[in-house]
């Protein structure tokens, strides 16, 4: 076979009935509800065992609304991994209250459970059902596991914490469809969970997100919230301050066939972390993320450490493979330098300067990868 260059880093993967579904949906005209967002919606909630999914129009869109279902009020303060897309910090942002970053665990590079603990019993208090910030008095409302590259922390160990010191548990869990903690899906264990269906993601609406909720009160109010909170179906009353945040019926029906290839596309993500891993191991100066026996990873993006980071992409470059680097700590862009982060170590820095996302895409090819491997082997003679 020949090899195809050249190779992109994570492309969607329209293989399936895209086509037919989205004629469906517009020889509907139904565009911006229909049945479509149903199926999608209840294609969702069987395969995650939530109780029920919201169709939003993006995850950040999706991750807003969880923080105002979850209580987080403006001025207050959430907690949430220094190592992220901005996007989650944003969403804190959009509700008035400011984030507190926490640095991550260096093997997993998730939120560190054991510095939140520690963060919590030195440096805040509980008064009545509510934890608050010593230094500022400012309430601590909701704590944001981010789900990293698919990865899960220890979520009974997380939810012990966030009940013990009245957080809301809201997961980010944009990057971790098909990623399972001792057999229960991602963004199910707290108040809200999110999902992301960028054109990068392991299924994608080109844009679009999904809110899962536990409970048919948050589910209602969150459909109330994303239809600019409309409270008459023929009068425009409008009974608080809502948010024009729906998923629409064609991006949606792109969606549901996507949810019919997922198992698919999570054991090719399988496959691609494993041989990439088979290939590199030999290299004392790489290193890989740490996925725990109790995680069931969808290995949403395979990712390497190395102190040249920046090199080794130029490199991989000249040879027409398309990598990235992993976030800019969420503590040093403009927006947040301000905002308190809590690390003993500040490992969050040297995983993201040192981190490169590799080639993924659900249509790579065998010998694409070996061929990624090969280049950065002989990088490193």
């Not at 139904?30 to 395969?47: D, Q, T």
């Not at 603990?117 to 010593?134: D, I, N, P, R, T």
């Not at 009974?239 to 549901?256: F, S, T």
Request: charged share 20%; hydrophobic share 40%; net charge negative.
């Amino acid at each position: 076979m020949q090899l195809m260059l050249p190779i992109p880093l994570c492309e969607p993967n329209l293989s399936g009935n895209e086509w037919q579904y989205v004629k469906e949906s517009l020889d509907s005209n139904w565009l911006s509800g229909g049945s479509f967002l149903k199926k999608f919606e209840e294609s969702v909630v069987e395969y995650t065992g939530a109780t029920y999914a919201v169709g939003i129009s993006s995850g950040t869109t999706a991750l807003h609304i969880a923080l105002l279902l979850a209580g987080v009020q403006r001025d207050d303060l959430v907690i949430t991994t220094n190592l992220s897309f901005v996007a989650t910090a944003n969403a804190i942002k959009y509700t008035g209250a400011d984030p507190i970053f926490l640095d991550i665990e260096p093997e997993t590079w998730l939120l560190d459970i054991k510095l939140l603990a520690e963060f919590l019993e030195k440096q805040c208090y509980v008064e009545g059902q509510s934890c608050f910030h010593k230094a500022t008095n400012r309430r601590i409302s909701a704590v944001v596991p981010v789900h990293i590259l698919g990865n899960m922390p220890d979520m009974t160990e997380l939810g012990a914490l966030a009940d013990l010191y009245y957080l809301a548990l809201v997961e980010d869990a944009a990057e971790s469809l098909g990623s399972f903690y001792k057999g229960q899906h991602s963004g199910t264990f707290g108040e809200a969970g999110t999902l992301s269906f960028n054109s990068n993601k392991i299924i994608t609406t080109a844009g679009g997100g999904m809110l899962l909720a536990n409970n048919e009160q948050a589910a209602k109010r969150a459909k109330h919230l994303i239809t600019q909170a409309k409270s008459s179906t023929l009068e425009y009353l409008h009974d608080e301050v809502g948010y024009n945040y729906r998923l629409v019926n064609p991006l949606a029906a792109i969606g549901l066939a996507q949810m019919e290839q997922l198992p698919r596309f999570v054991e090719k993500k399988k496959e691609i972390a494993g041989l990439y891993t088979q290939q590199l191991s030999i290299l004392p100066e790489i290193k890989f993320q740490k996925i725990t026996s109790d995680v069931n990873s969808n290995y949403w993006h395979f990712v390497i450490l190395v102190k040249n980071s920046r090199e080794l992409i130029q490199f991989l470059a000249t040879h027409s493979i398309e990598t990235r680097p992993l976030w800019i700590p969420l503590n040093e862009l403009p927006p947040y330098r301000n905002d308190l982060y809590i690390s003993n170590e500040n490992h969050t820095q040297q995983v993201a300067y040192q981190g490169i996302m590799l080639p993924c895409s659900t249509s790579i090819t065998l010998e694409q990868i070996a061929f990624v491997g090969e280049k950065i082997i002989e990088y490193y003679p």
